[in-house]
């Protein structure tokens, strides 16, 4: 870390959301250069934290200082006056718009006002910051053509292009696999020896304090462990810090399914001809299949097929023994299938809605009797489906938007929960979430097999795919390319098949 005095100083932020309290009197101090982890559960303020810093959200008490004088930030716009941006865990992007139109946003007509430059001057700028970081991304591309990986991208290199003094990145390498987030994590470390300020808020314990300079722990909206050096921490030190207590990083002992277990799920020849080439997958009662790969082998392309969101070009799928001709959602849950989709924000939830509206969506007809809506009925089911799943705070009236990442994805998973699938399909289910409330999804996941639902699952994290998994289906370029079980359920041999000759060049360390 360069040594420089404090940069900005947060003392005594303040936060309530209705009756909730984000943040209890909060103090921060950053350094200039520095690289600052923000760690915590899920609902512990972290978020909230950098969006008080950065203009996006208002603190109801409390100061914030920069170079020594006090702001006040009513818009991010304003932050930005000063040199402080954020590059938020739910991307802002407009899908329709190309990579440098969306880099650009918001900065056209100059500084002062001038008349916005060219075409050809502004791509040159996007694609000149492209190559000084090795992003690889198409300045021309239109952003809701590329996978979510690539649109991560877009939201750093705005950030890069802005050229700010402090930039919070809240879970920049959720959505990265290992090379692009061992890139990114490489930029970070760039960008403070130059000067810039990071905070960096995570839930991958190991890469904070691969990268980060100090770290500040938060628990229920407090600092409970302030600016520690990071070299003096430990993955377990954060989670004691984090949970109060000493917790075991381990994952839940699972049942193997019973031995007549009849198959839930069968897939053949699978193909949407482009990204799915050939996925064969078979997933039983009680049995959680993971589905690795890399990012881009078509594993998510092949989990909407499969739940009939996008239509197959060829391929056999059978939901428990029955062949099933997939051609809109609504006939897969009525066949008993359920998706945890990889993007809660784009599709899983209406963020503006209360938890109530979001997780009685899709059983409408459970609580309607004649075509009238049954208010009582639908407030009662979900309180006990918050409740069970740990939804802080469960109160169905609150609007998701206003929950932690952690606790958004809790109510998805209530979405699917109040009328129990035959086959769950959850697609990186523990994204953006802190470890707390992923081992809670972990045991979930676990006991939802133990009670016969087969689960395909699909993760970017090998420990996760393996910890959790009994059966490990490999696909790479579309197709998938071995199915593992029982000794084969390794590490090596996931990396292996996903990889495949230049797994020995790549290392063990990137996720399949």
């Known amino acids: 870390m360069n040594e420089a005095a404090t ?54 008490e409390g ?94 290199l705005r950030a890069l292009s802005r050229r700010a003094r402090l930039i919070v990145m809240d879970e920049p390498t959720a959505r990265l696999a290992g090379e692009e987030a061992e890139n990114l994590l490489g930029i970070i470390r760039l960008l403070a020896e130059r000067g810039t300020t990071i ?68 897939v053949r020849g699978l193909r949407d001809g482009q990204l799915v080439s050939g996925v064969d997958v078979e997933v039983r009662a009680g049995e959680i299949v993971g589905l690795g790969g890399l990012v881009g082998s078509g594993r998510s392309e092949a989990a909407r097929l499969i739940f009939g969101a996008e239509r197959p070009s060829a391929g056999e799928i059978e939901i428990e023994g029955r062949p099933a001709k997939l051609s809109s959602v609504r006939q897969a849950v009525r066949r008993g299938v359920a998706y945890i989709p990889e993007s809660r924000k784009d599709q899983g939830l209406f963020l503006e809605l209360s938890g109530q509206e979001n997780t009685t969506l899709a059983h409408l007809s459970r609580v309607t009797r004649m075509g009238v809506l049954s208010r009582g009925r639908e407030r009662r089911e979900t309180a006990t489906t918050l409740e069970r799943l740990r939804v802080t705070p469960a109160d169905p009236d609150m609007r998701v938007g206003a929950l932690s990442g ?35 999804i972990y045991e979930l996941l676990v006991e939802l097999a133990g009670n016969g639902m087969g689960i395909l699952l699909i993760s970017s994290e090998i420990d996760e795919l393996i910890g959790l998994s009994h059966r490990v289906v490999v696909m790479a370029r579309g197709r998938t390319v071995a199915d593992l079980g029982g000794e084969d359920v390794r590490e090596d041999r996931v990396l292996h098949a996903a990889f495949g000759s230049d797994v020995e060049s790549r290392g063990a360390g990137a996720p399949a």
């Not at 940069?7 to 209705?18: I, S, T």
């Not at 200039?32 to 909230?48: D, F, M, P, R, Y």
């Not at 979405?415 to 953006?432: C, F, N, V, Y």
Request: with cysteine.
């Open 7 to 60: 940069f900005v100083e947060a003392r005594g932020l303040v936060k309530r959301y209705g009756g909730a309290q984000a943040l209890k009197g909060v103090d921060l101090s950053l350094s200039a250069g520095e690289v600052h982890g923000l760690v915590g559960e899920n609902g512990a303020g972290k978020s909230t934290l950098g969006k008080c810093l950065s203009g996006v959200v208002h603190p109801d």
């Open 63 to 156: 100061e914030i200082k920069v170079d020594g004088v006090a702001v006040d930030y009513g818009v991010p716009r304003d932050a930005l006056a000063d040199g402080i941006t954020i590059v938020e865990q739910e991307l802002s992007l407009v899908p329709a718009m190309s990579v440098t139109d969306n880099v650009l946003l918001g900065r056209r007509g100059g500084e002062n006002g001038a008349r916005r430059r060219g075409r050809r001057a502004e791509r040159a700028e996007v694609q000149a910051l492209n190559e000084e970081f090795s992003l690889e991304l198409d300045p021309d591309a239109t952003v809701e053509d590329l996978p979510v990986a690539e649109q991560q991208k877009v939201e750093i």
């Open 199 to 266: 905070v960096y808020v995570s839930h991958f314990l190991a890469e904070v304090l691969r990268v980060c300079d100090r770290v500040t722990v938060m628990r229920n909206g407090e600092v409970v462990k302030a600016g520690a050096p990071a070299a003096q921490e430990s993955p377990s030190s954060l989670v004691t810090a984090m949970l109060g207590h000493a917790a075991a990083l381990s994952f839940p002992e699972k049942r193997p399914p019973e031995t007549a277990a009849p198959t839930v799920l069968s």
């Open 406 to 440: 952690g606790n958004q994805q809790k109510v998805l998973f209530g979405k699917w929960l109040w009328q129990a699938p035959r086959l769950l399909i959850a697609d990186e289910p523990t994204r953006g979430v802190d470890v707390g409330a992923k081992f809670g």
